[in-house]
């Protein structure tokens, strides 16, 4: 499998999944951002949206749940596109 370069691409922590969106065969996920203000309590500040195939959402899943951190070998020859 080729390495992505990630150079240049923003890193952003993002606190919770507010949920999944069903579109098609494809799912939607949002994420939340959300910084601190002045009386302890935090404010949402973005939402994140990624959109990937049924498929690729668990491979997504499976590869963050193992322990090692290693992509499933079913990721080894998967195609990578990019949104216009």
Do not use: H, Y
């Not at 390495?3 to 919770?16: L, M, R, S, W």
């Not at 009386?39 to 959402?57: H, I």
Request: without cysteine; aromatic residues 4%.
């Amino acid at each position: 499998m080729s390495e992505i370069d990630t150079f240049g691409v923003q890193e952003v922590f993002v606190e919770a999944l507010a949920r999944v969106e069903r579109i098609g065969p494809n799912r939607r996920l949002v994420f939340v951002i959300s910084a601190p203000n002045g009386d302890g309590t935090r404010d949402q500040q973005a939402v994140l949206k990624v959109t990937m195939s049924a498929e690729a959402s668990l491979q997504a899943a499976l590869a963050m749940l193992n322990e090692a951190g290693e992509m499933p070998a079913a990721l080894e020859n998967a195609s990578t596109g990019w949104a216009n």
